[in-house]
């Protein structure tokens, strides 16, 4: 990843680096949200800056997506005091992260003693980790809670150790497992209440945003397959096209899952009302799980159209589908489709009642 934070990989981009992963400074600073941890650009804007970085690189998408949600997190659950200061920080370029994943055996854990705060244990899969300066951890509290803290990364000895990190895909995501034995945190490092972090819509509706940029990543190898097939002169046949179709059609759906998403979590944004949260997480689960199946089988065409020349580099076919197919294994997939199946009975029960209403009034 440093390469990702150090040197852009474009004029274009060098010219309007204004931060430290390298974005235009409008995708940069959409991380800029009200005090309820909304982008004041809106949903719909998140979204297409997802799904934009998303088709640029996967790994640097992980990224972003940490930097959206931690200064999310810190907007909604922050003092004025710490909201302000972390302003400041998006406008000085620092890149914030969410790292919440952890070993059974060595969770981050917190002390709080008086003014003395000190974390013991470590965090794994912390994208970022080494590098990125405004992470936001959970860490857990001795009854059981967790707290999140955000930490000044410049003001603390941590230990980043590289070594378990040979992934399949998303190298330069920097996955790292990272060590915060004896760091001692101030009052204002900690962010909000007890529980903050796993309050619902938030907590899974927060899914929508790996998705948005796990769309982009489909759209990239669609457009990758077209330019790669029409190089060849194969795209007047009826197999290629045939699936080209097919990955046409599931990016569609993909993008109409997320922006439904946008709009269902535009609608919560507007009045946080009970059945608005149960709709984002419906609407979030479904899309989530959604895009995960329309990548899968977009990866499974995109390789049969290629073929095995496809993935001999510079080909970019390779690296792309490691990079998609390690994404897509998000947190919690299999409890995501439990929900919806649940809710499934739901709507079913709810749609025969009305399907015998309406033949009941025909017949009258
Ligand atoms: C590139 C990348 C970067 C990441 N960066 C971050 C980061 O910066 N911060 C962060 O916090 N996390 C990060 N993560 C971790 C991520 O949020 C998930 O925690 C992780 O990807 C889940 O790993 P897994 O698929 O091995 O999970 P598992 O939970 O092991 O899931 C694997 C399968 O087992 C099922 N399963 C889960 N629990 C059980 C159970 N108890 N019994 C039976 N089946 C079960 C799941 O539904 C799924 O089908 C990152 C992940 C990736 C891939």
């Known amino acids: 990843m440093r390469e990702l934070l150090s040197s852009p990989p474009d004029g274009r981009r060098q010219a309007a680096a204004d931060n430290a992963l390298g974005l235009e400074e409008s995708l940069f600073t959409l991380a800029c949200s009200d005090a309820r941890g909304v982008p004041l650009a809106g949903r719909a804007a998140e979204l297409v800056a997802l799904r934009v970085v998303g088709a640029r690189d996967l790994s640097l998408a992980r990224l972003y997506e940490g930097h959206l949600n931690g200064a999310q997190l810190v907007a909604r659950h922050g003092t004025a005091e710490q909201r302000a200061r972390s302003l400041?920080?998006?406008?000085?370029?620092?890149?914030?992260?969410?790292?919440?994943?952890?070993?059974?055996?060595?969770?981050?854990?917190?002390?709080?003693?008086?003014?003395?705060?000190?974390?013991?244990?470590?965090?794994?899969?912390?994208?970022?980790?080494?590098?990125?300066?405004?992470?936001?951890?959970?860490?857990?509290?001795?009854?059981?809670?967790?707290?999140?803290?955000?930490?000044?990364?410049?003001?603390?000895?941590?230990?980043?150790?590289?070594?378990?990190?040979?992934?399949?895909?998303?190298?330069?995501?920097?996955?790292?497992?990272?060590?915060?034995?004896?760091?001692?945190?101030?009052?204002?490092?900690?962010?909000?209440?007890?529980?903050?972090?796993?309050?619902?819509?938030?907590?899974?509706?927060?899914?929508?945003?790996?998705?948005?940029?796990?769309?982009?990543?489909?759209?990239?190898?669609?457009?990758?397959?077209a330019a790669y097939l029409r190089a060849r002169g194969r795209d007047g046949d009826t197999f290629q096209r045939a699936r080209l179709a097919e990955m046409r059609m599931g990016l569609h759906c993909a993008v109409h899952w997320l922006r439904a998403a946008a709009a269902a979590w535009s609608d919560f944004d507007t009045a946080e009302t009970a059945a608005g949260a149960a709709r984002v997480i419906d609407v979030v689960d479904m899309a989530r799980t959604s895009v995960e199946t329309i990548a899968v089988d977009t990866i499974a065409r995109v390789l049969r159209s290629v073929g095995a020349s496809g993935l001999i580099e510079p080909q970019p076919f390779g690296p792309l589908v490691r990079d998609l197919e390690m994404y897509l294994r998000q947190p919690a997939p299999d409890a995501a489709v439990v929900r919806i199946g649940i809710a499934a009975f739901a709507e079913a029960q709810a749609l025969h009642k009305a399907m015998v209403a309406s033949s009941t009034d025909c017949d009258g």
């Not at 895909?169 to 497992?177: C, N, P």
Request: net charge negative; hydrophobic share 40%; with cysteine.
């Open 88 to 225: 400041a920080d998006i406008g000085a370029g620092r890149v914030f992260g969410v790292w919440n994943t952890q070993e059974a055996d060595d969770p981050l854990r917190i002390s709080i003693r008086g003014d003395g705060i000190t974390l013991d244990g470590a965090k794994t899969w912390a994208s970022g980790a080494g590098t990125i300066t405004r992470p936001v951890v959970t860490a857990l509290r001795a009854d059981g809670t967790t707290q999140l803290c955000l930490i000044p990364i410049e003001r603390v000895a941590t230990a980043v150790d590289r070594s378990g990190w040979r992934p399949h895909g998303m190298q330069r995501s920097d996955s790292f497992r990272i060590a915060f034995d004896g760091v001692e945190l101030r009052a204002d490092d900690l962010i909000g209440a007890p529980g903050a972090y796993d309050r619902q819509p938030w907590f899974w509706g927060g899914a929508w945003r790996f998705a948005a940029a796990q769309s982009g990543a489909v759209e990239r190898l669609f457009v990758e397959t």
